[in-house]
T-cell receptor, first 112, second 113 residues
Framework: DSGVTQTPKHLITATGQRVTLRCSPR?????VYWYQQSLDQGLQFLIQ???????AKGNILERFSAQQFPDLHSELNLSSLELGDSALYFC???????????FGSGTRLTVV | GENVEQHPSTLSVQEGDSAVIKCTYS??????FPWYKQELGKGPQLIID?????GEKKDQRIAVTLNKTAKHFSLHITETQPEDSAVYFC????????????FGTGTRLQVTL
């Protein structure tokens, strides 16, 4: 157990639908990151939050949004889902100024 | 932005042999270089990292070297074992509260008996 908790582990939904992925960071970590990993692909950075504020943005689609709540957990919202959104979505958390990113076990999203 | 290239994409070695994976990065301001191991169905697990003020770091059978001038870093695994079989990712970042990891494309390592 890495200390980063992601729910749900698996999600199957239809095209056009909306889903919410949840991440609880390691205790004390202020930064939360979201990454997307498509089949046989690397890890693509989506967005970072630090203590409730958006700090960095990657190639995140406009249909996707995220937020970090006062208790530091984060949610990634994916809407108007397309088949190509099927992927593993990982959350990572980090404490301090830039070292020691810890990843959760991911949410496998399947869009049918 | 930062771009990280990783080679080879696949690597097959016999048990007991050494494995070397190489990465290059583009942003000379990057100062943190972790390596992650990802097993099937699991999240990436940090196995070793190096900061830009260090040229080499070793942890048992795993070592990482960094050449800042050439902007490349490498992972060395000695005395490979079947449980080393996995996908390995290198990454680079500039530390700070707005930092993010940029990953290489991964190397699938297979250790055969």
């Amino acid at each position: 157990d890495s200390g980063v908790t992601q729910t749900p582990k698996h999600l199957i939904t239809a095209t056009g639908q909306r889903v919410t992925l949840r991440c609880s960071p390691r205790s004390g970590d202020l930064s939360v990151y979201w990454y997307q990993q498509s089949l046989d692909q690397g890890l693509q950075f989506l967005i970072q939050y630090y203590n409730g504020e958006e700090r960095a943005k990657g190639n995140i689609l406009e249909r996707f949004s995220a937020q970090q709540f006062p208790d530091l957990h984060s949610e990634l919202n994916l809407s108007s889902l397309e088949l190509g959104d099927s992927a593993l979505y990982f959350c990572a958390s980090r404490g301090g100024q830039g070292y020691g990113y810890t990843f959760g076990s991911g949410t496998r999203l399947t869009v049918v | 932005g930062e771009n990280v290239e990783q080679h080879p994409s696949t690597l097959s070695v016999q048990e007991g042999d050494s494995a070397v994976i190489k990465c290059t990065y583009s942003d000379s301001a990057s100062n943190y270089f972790p390596w992650y191991k990802q097993e099937l169905g699991k999240g990436p697990q940090l196995i070793i990292d190096i900061r830009s003020n260090v040229g080499e770091k070793k942890d048992q059978r795993i070592a990482v070297t960094l050449n800042k001038t050439a902007k490349h870093f490498s992972l060395h695994i000695t005395e490979t074992q079947p449980e080393d079989s996995a996908v390995y990712f290198c990454a680079a970042s500039i530390t700070g509260t707005a930092s993010k990891l940029t990953f290489g494309t991964g190397t699938r390592l297979q250790v055969t008996l």
